[in-house]
T-cell receptor
Framework: NAGVTQTPKFQVLKTGQSMTLQCAQD?????MYWYRQDPGMGLRLIYY???????DKGEVPNGYNVSRLNKREFSLRLESAAPSQTSVYFC?????????????FGEGSRLTVL | EDKVVQSPLSLVVHEGDTVTLNCSYE??????LLWYKQEKKAPTFLFML????IEKKSGRLSSILDKKELFSILNITATQTGDSAVYLC?????????FGAGTRLTVKP
């Protein structure tokens, strides 16, 4: 009963390095999301994918790219990491059938950029 | 841009107290308001509210939505130390889900 799985859980990068956060869900959900969480700022939406094959920008997309690889997987890429991207990143998914449904979250990925 | 504002940002109470957490929103194409509890890791779902005036309850927690005044409240009665967490509200419009900054509740024994 995995739900939403994110990897890696922890990562330390140097400024300018690149990396990809992976997310996979096994609940057959259509929509997937990437959020970042900083102290005192709640969860801010980076990108989302309403369905397979589509992606859209959220509140804070600058410095990130995403790929909806298939229905299960939604990855987040930092092409040139900056200290301002130090944060905890959460992937989430939800079904779109039967009206509005809640988000299910992964356990988070803590990223530190030095 | 749509905004979700929560108050207070932090709250310290003693066990047995009752607390009210507030969430106001300014959205277009509003569909639902959701509440989550976040302890150490990922947020966990509490309630989803779509219609005004209908109270949702789960044990000591309850929540209600006012779509005319654009706010929701989350009540916790007889608080326990296990209620200590960050409580997040989020609004869902036609596409995405936007969160407020959260209220950090600390319940002291």
């Amino acid at each position: 009963n995995a739900g939403v799985t994110q990897t890696p859980k922890f990562q330390v990068l140097k400024t300018g390095q690149s990396m990809t956060l992976q997310c996979a869900q096994d609940m057959n959900h259509n929509s997937m999301y990437w959020y970042r969480q900083d102290p005192g700022m709640g969860l801010r939406l980076i990108y989302y994918s309403a369905s397979e094959g589509t992606t859209d920008k959220g509140e804070v997309p600058n410095g990130y790219n995403v790929s909806r690889l298939n229905k299960r997987e939604f990855s987040l890429r930092l092409e040139s990491a900056a200290p301002s991207q130090t944060s905890v990143y959460f992937c989430a998914s939800r079904t779109t059938s039967g009206g509005v449904r809640e988000l299910f979250f992964g356990e988070g990925s803590r990223l530190t950029v030095l | 841009e749509d905004k979700v504002v929560q108050s207070p940002l932090s709250l310290v109470v003693h066990e047995g107290d009752t607390v009210t957490l507030n969430c106001s929103y300014e959205v277009t194409n509003f569909r639902s308001l959701l509440w989550y509890k976040q302890e150490k890791k990922a947020p966990t779902f509490l309630f989803m509210l779509t219609s005004s005036g209908i109270e949702k309850k789960s044990g000591r927690l309850s929540s209600i939505l006012d779509k005319k005044e654009l706010f929701s409240i989350l009540n916790i009665t007889a608080t326990q130390t296990g209620d200590s967490a960050v409580y997040l509200c989020a609004e869902y419009n036609n596409n995405d889900m936007r969160f407020g900054a959260g209220t950090r509740l600390t319940v002291k024994p």
